[in-house]
């Protein structure tokens, strides 16, 4: 029985890894979240899915507060050990804290950097984000960034140079640019460097999408990511079980590419 089929049985995936590289945690600060967005809630949701875990940065991180919401992070991974990673938030308009939190947070067991230009309102190439950059490139870590086909604060082109500037950094496109032409946009600068990753959270994404990513660039390029809790995950999940791929395909999507980047690094 292949994954679609169990999919419509009800069964549950547990014989899978199934890892969310992009979610978040908390309230979001202008609209109401669907179900409990506490960490609490959210494992209730991954056990129900069969997702073994997330990496995961809060909300309040990537809106007013990135030192509050880190340590919510934090709180999440002792409460529910092996079931966040976390990612440190940082935010480009306090650049004397940006290395300071870094090293706060990596010692405490975060795995991965978070940006988030847009809520943050600053270009990911400019200089306040260096630092973190730097830090990633020297411990080879992974940095998601949110990107958006926005015109130069965060489209996926802007990555082109930075891939080139950080080789060592895994560098995971949130959204992959989140729009028709971002997705064109993104999956280019993916295929172009071995070090750039594509993510599918969105409203716009679909079975379609994927499909294109992954001819567009290599199996092992794409990784799942919700949103959750910001999003239902139960929508992007189905969006790779009924996406017209293989299943060995569709197991790496799921699970193994972040597993790999995350414990050992480029294919």
């Known amino acids: 029985m292949n994954l679609k089929e169990k999919t ?23 609209f109401p979240i669907y179900g409990d967005p506490s960490a609490r809630g959210m494992v209730r949701l991954m056990d129900r899915l069969g997702v073994s875990r997330c990496l995961s940065s809060a909300h309040l991180s990537i809106g007013p507060d990135f030192h509050t919401g880190n340590e919510m992070i934090r709180k999440a991974m002792m409460d529910f050990p092996g079931r966040f990673t976390g990612l440190c938030t940082v935010n480009p308009n306090y650049p004397d804290e940006v290395k300071q939190e870094l090293e706060l947070r990596f ?14 309102n600053y270009p990911v190439t400019g200089k306040n984000y260096r630092a973190a950059w730097e830090f990633a490139q020297e411990r080879k870590l992974i940095l998601l960034s949110h990107t958006w086909y926005d015109g130069g604060i965060c489209s996926p082109r802007l990555f082109d140079d930075l891939a080139k500037a950080y080789p060592d950094v895994k560098i995971l496109l949130g959204h992959s640019g989140g729009t028709h032409q971002g997705f064109e946009e993104a999956a280019e600068i993916a295929a172009k460097h071995k070090n750039v990753y594509l993510d599918m959270c969105g409203t716009e ?12 660039t290599d199996p092992d390029k794409v990784v799942f990511g919700t949103d959750f809790p ?16 293989s299943d060995d ?18 294919p």
């Not at 795995?111 to 230009?117: A, L, S």
């Not at 994404?205 to 567009?216: L, P």
């Not at 395909?249 to 480029?266: A, H, S, T, V």
């Open 8 to 30: 419509e049985k009800g069964e549950k995936l547990n014989d899978i890894l199934i890892i969310d590289a992009h979610s978040h945690m908390g309230k979001w600060f202008n």
């Open 230 to 245: 910001f999003h239902d995950p139960r929508i992007t999940l189905g969006r790779v079980l009924y996406a017209r791929l």
């Open 107 to 120: 010692n405490q067991g975060f795995t991965g950097i978070k940006f988030h230009p847009g809520t943050h």
């Open 249 to 266: 395909i569709k197991k790496k999507i799921l699970g193994l590419n972040i597993d790999r980047l995350l414990n050992r690094g480029y």
């Open 205 to 216: 994404f679909s079975g379609y999408w994927i499909e294109y990513m992954v001819n567009a």
